[in-house]
C-alpha cells in the first residue's frame, strides 16, 4: 500500500461508518458451497478500515483478524467489533501483515486490492495463507445505468481529486488473474443498493477519500451540485444507488 492510501481515509472515517454500503450476505454461503469456507476458520480481512467487510464473517461465526494501516479507521472498527471474541484488529498492510506463516484459512479485501502493491501482496499472501487457502477480492461497483446515476458519476468527475486515478474499475478479470495465477479465480456477482435522503447521499459522496472534505474550498459548490441533482430526480425525497457486488474469488496455490 502506498503512503497515501494509508492515511486517505482518516478524516471520513464517520461518514464511511454510517454511509459506506454493506456487501450480500449471500457472499458467505458462496465461499461455503464453492470453496469449502467452513465456521469456524480464521480469515485475514485485508485493508479491514471499520469492519464492514470482516461484520459479514463473523456474524457467521468465522473469526477475522483484520489487518489495517490506518489508525482512526482500526480503531472504529475495534469500537464496533471489539465485543465479538472472534475479532483481532493489527496494524498492518496487505504487502506487510505481521501474520504468522501459513495461519489463515482465507483472505478477505473488500473495496481494498487497488490500494496493494500487487507483487509483494502476492508473496505475502502465499506466506500466510494454509495451503489450499480461500482468497476472496470484493468490491461494490456503483452502477451507471439510470440517468441519476450517470450524471451522480459526472458530479464525481467534475468535483473528485484523483477519481479516475484510484476508482477500483481500473482493475479488471485480467489483472486479477495475474494475481491469482497459477490459481484459479471465478467472478461472482451479486445485486446490491441503497436508499438515501439528501443528507445520506452526501455522507454517502463524503466517504469517498477523492471528494472534497466538509472543509475544503471545493465542498460547498459540489454540495449545491448535489441538491440540484438530488431534487432533480428524488421520488418521495428518496435515491436509490444501485451496485454489483463482484467477489472474484478462487482457491490459492
Not at 135 to 163: C, G, M, P, Q
Amino acid at each position: 500500500m502506498e503512503q497515501n492510501s494509508k492515511t486517505r481515509f482518516s478524516n471520513r472515517v464517520a461518514d464511511y461508518v454510517a454511509y459506506r454500503p454493506g456487501y450480500p450476505r449471500e457472499i458467505v454461503g458462496f465461499l461455503e458451497n464453492e470453496y469449502g469456507l467452513r465456521k469456524g476458520d480464521l480469515i485475514a480481512d485485508i485493508g479491514s478500515g471499520t469492519g464492514i467487510s470482516s461484520e459479514l464473517f463473523l456474524k457467521r461465526g468465522y473469526r477475522v483478524t483484520g489487518v489495517e494501516p490506518n489508525r482512526e479507521m482500526r480503531g472504529k472498527s475495534t469500537e464496533l467489533l471489539g465485543g465479538d471474541p472472534g475479532f483481532t484488529a493489527v496494524d498492518g498492510t496487505a504487502e506487510n501483515t505481521g501474520l504468522a506463516d501459513g495461519s489463515v484459512d482465507a483472505i478477505i479485501a473488500g473495496q481494498a486490492f487497488h490500494w496493494f502493491d500487487r507483487d509483494r501482496a502476492r508473496r505475502e499472501f502465499t506466506r500466510i495463507l494454509k495451503p489450499g487457502g480461500i482468497v476472496a477480492l470484493i468490491w461494490n461497483e456503483r452502477l451507471t445505468a439510470s440517468e441519476f446515476e450517470k450524471e451522480y458519476d459526472e458530479l464525481i468527475i467534475r468535483h473528485a481529486t484523483d477519481y479516475v486515478k484510484v476508482d477500483h474499475r481500473n482493475i479488471d478479470l485480467e489483472k486479477i488473474k495475474v494475481f491469482f495465477d497459477p490459481a484459479t479465480v471465478e467472478l461472482k456477482v451479486f445485486p446490491n443498493h441503497q436508499d438515501f435522503g439528501f443528507n445520506g447521499l452526501e455522507g454517502r459522496l463524503l466517504s469517498s477519500s477523492y471528494i472534497p472534505a466538509r472543509s475544503d474550498a471545493g465542498y460547498e459548490a459540489m454540495s449545491a451540485d448535489l441538491r440540484t441533482l438530488f431534487d432533480r430526480y428524488q421520488e418521495n425525497g428518496v435515491i436509490r444507488i444501485n451496485y454489483d457486488t463482484k467477489v472474484f474469488a478462487g482457491k490459492w496455490r
